[in-house]
């Protein structure tokens, strides 16, 4: 990372340690080289680190892994025997100051509502080569805004249901069919976040021509064109409120 993206990271550690409900920010350095953890550390994060690049959905099986042990560990401390598991809130890295405004994609996952969140971002800058998450729509029945967005809140149930999480950048395609799929409530909510748009030179090509790969393998493993009988209802959308208490 550059001085500007290692500062923008920071920035998003610190953020998400402001959402109301977080108490503990986790990351999840995936065989870095450029001092990522230490920043993230630096900046209060709770740091997991992987030998080497494992991809995106260890990432997150890492991460979930690293709460669970967090909370055995305060559980036994503090003398008691059975404490609620707590949500998991998926942000990416390079959201920086925005990340704060992620409290919308909470609330429906607190209240109940919703067994994970899909974000849609206020801003959407229009990407092409979405054709590949068509195949979503024909196993669920259901057309999300934004089917790869990673900025996700779920319960701890909902994750262990999606296990084992399919591979790679296919993870939120995956998520979001098998938990469809198992009768999950899926809720997508506007909220005003912003990252860094994927560029166009030859690296970015490459990094989307590797995302879609491994989307199309999980939409594939999933047999798309075949939905289960009984099938529920699309899941809904809300156009969200901005964290304006945060």
């Known amino acids: 990372m550059t001085g500007e993206a290692l500062g923008k990271f920071s920035a998003t550690v610190k953020a998400a340690s402001r959402i109301p409900g977080v108490d503990i920010v986790v990351v999840v350095d995936d065989g870095s080289v450029d001092g990522t ?49 707590r949500h998991l809130l998926f942000l990416d890295a390079d959201l920086g100051l925005t990340a704060a405004n992620a409290t919308p994609l909470t609330q429906p996952v607190l209240a109940g509502e919703a067994d994970m969140t899909i974000a849609i971002f206020a801003d959407r800058v229009k990407r092409g080569g979405h054709g590949l998450v068509l195949g979503l729509e024909r196993a669920t029945g259901w057309r999300p805004a934004e089917p790869l967005n990673g900025q996700r809140c779920l319960t701890r149930a909902a994750f ?41 030179d030859l690296a970015a090509q490459l990094h989307r021509a590797h995302q879609f790969a491994d989307v199309a393998r999980a939409l594939a493993a999933r047999k798309p064109w075949r939905q289960p009988a009984g099938f529920p209802a699309q899941p809904a959308t809300q156009p969200g409120g901005l964290a304006d208490d945060v």
């Open 37 to 85: 953890g230490a920043q993230a550390a630096l900046a209060g994060a709770v740091v997991t680190r992987h030998a080497r690049n494992r991809g995106k959905a260890a990432a997150m099986e890492t991460g979930a892994e690293t709460v669970r042990v967090i909370e055995s560990e305060r559980t036994e401390h503090n003398g008691a025997t059975d404490a609620p598991s």
């Open 160 to 200: 262990e249901a999606a296990r084992p999480l399919a591979d790679g950048w296919g993870v939120e395609a995956g998520l979001t069919i098998d938990l469809l799929r198992k009768g999950m409530r899926i809720t997508e909510v506007q909220v005003p976040l912003a990252h860094r748009a994927t560029g166009s």
